[in-house]
């Protein structure tokens, strides 16, 4: 899209867009700057509260988030430079209110807390990706959001509360091997080797 059709979809000139974030990339960097923080503050004032009012009521306005998803989405989907700068801010500000979740008594705390930030915002963002793309609608966003808060929450919240094995023993094997600076595949594994 170019530059005279975002500043005319914004009701502004094309210049004055120009005048404000010099390019088309620095108006890029501005939106991806705002939705970061948008992201990062409803996350943040999630898990820092301990009333379920709050959290309801951000579950019933989750369709006011369709145009920053949509954002979200094109950006994912764009493969770019600003892209990947992007999802590493949104990796880093997930790291950031997931620790302000462990300093609040909310969430345990994490041997790595940048894996963890790192693992949540992939499944979070290519689960949203799949689940879009699976939708009967997909071009209806505010419907996405709605139904995917209504089929994903409670799954969600049920892995993430009362977690999924039984007891830690593969975490402890695995966990085990990546201290001791095993290899996770042989040496004589190699990326031309054909699948069996």
């Not at 091997?177 to 699948?195: A, F, H």
């Amino acid at each position: 899209m170019g530059l005279r059709t975002i500043a005319e979809s914004a009701g502004v000139s094309a210049a004055l867009v120009i005048h404000h974030f010099t390019s088309k990339e620095g108006l890029r960097k501005a939106c991806d700057a705002y939705v970061a923080e948008v992201v990062r503050e409803a996350k943040t004032e999630s898990l820092q509260s301990g009333d379920p009012a709050t959290w309801i009521a951000q579950m019933s306005e989750i369709e006011s988030y369709a145009p920053l998803m949509a954002y979200l989405v094109r950006s994912m989907q764009s493969g770019s430079d600003l892209a990947k700068t992007f999802w590493r801010t949104m990796v880093d500000n997930a790291e950031q209110y997931l620790e302000e979740g462990v300093r609040a008594g909310v969430l345990k705390p994490s041997r790595d807390p940048k894996a963890r930030a790192r693992f949540m915002a992939i499944c979070s963002g290519g689960g949203f990706l799949l689940y879009l793309q699976m939708h009967d609608d997909p071009t209806d966003l505010r419907r996405v959001l709605r139904d995917y808060g209504e089929d994903m929450m409670l799954p969600a919240l049920e892995l993430y509360t009362e977690g999924l094995m039984a007891d830690s023993t593969m975490y402890d094997a695995f966990l085990h091997q990546r201290e001791q600076d095993i290899p996770s595949r042989s040496e004589s594994t190699t990326d031309t080797k054909e699948p069996a």
